[in-house]
């Protein structure tokens, strides 16, 4: 299972889509533990225009029939998914959910699963995957104060859903993909952290990009490594790092095929990430822009 969810966060227009890192392997508990290491790339940016996410069984399929789409407009991709879940569906114990967004020229939201498609634009918001996962998300974001902009709220709720491990099924890292009518969809480099066990997150919002910090009970192990999405730019735009610099180590996902175990490299600082993944693998990812991630690279702030 997973949690995936979208939402229209502006009267504008803007979207957010979410989804956390973690497989759960049927029988065997180890590799469902590997959820730092093992990271599973939900989200695919089909193009400027679509994204999608996806929730079910056996995500390497689900995520290169979602390649498979790209280039097909919003109908095609909804009537395609409407067939393929169709045909899962009379399979035993297989089960695949996709959420669809669309940003322009208005933004639209989709569910298809077991064959069905439905409309959640009206509503605002679309997710798929597991139940408790919403209903915490549900709880959460009703917690939060009011006067906080839909935009945070939405981002605080999922992210504190998935990087507090409450729910089984959820966990890892935390990916977001945005886009409106006039930017296209592509991913944000939400800063998160990943260590000892929590049990308080702070989110604080800079410029467009979220940062999570973790505070600890009394007597807890401090320690707590960072992670920084770095997304992908240019003809790999739905490419995908998460860099650890503590770990001189970042997992690789790639815009052809997201589908296959993430790329592991070495790497000590931002710029030979950069280099590695072009050079070697022809990926091509966006140095971060933002002075507070910029300053937890080591880098100087931006002029």
Partial sequence: MTFVIAQITDDDGALSLMADTKVTVAHDERATRQIYTRPCQK???LDDNLVAGFAGDTPDTALRHLVGLRGKT???VIEN??????????IREVSKSFVIAKRAPAPQLWTVSNGDAEDRTAIRTAWVGDRDAHRAYTG??????QEMSRQDRFVRSVMTVILFD???TVGGYSVRVTGSASKPF?????????GPWF????VTQSNGTTSLQF???????PTENTRIPIPGEGTTFSALAHYVPECDTAWLHTHEDPSSEPIVLRVHTINELLHIAATKYQQYLQMPTHDSTRALLGLLPTT
């Avoid at 592509?186 to 990943?194: E, H, P, V």
């Avoid at 505070?215 to 192990?221: E, Q």
């Fill in 186 to 194: 592509r991913f944000k480099g939400d800063i998160g952290s990943t």
């Fill in 74 to 76: 919003i109908d095609e």
């Fill in 166 to 168: 409450d729910i089984p």
């Fill in 43 to 45: 989200i695919v940016i």
């Fill in 81 to 90: 998914l409407v067939d393929h879940t169709a045909r899962l569906s009379a």
């Fill in 199 to 202: 049990t308080e997150a702070l």
């Fill in 215 to 221: 505070v600890l009970p009394p007597g807890a192990d």
């Fill in 140 to 145: 959460f974001s009703l917690q939060l104060p």
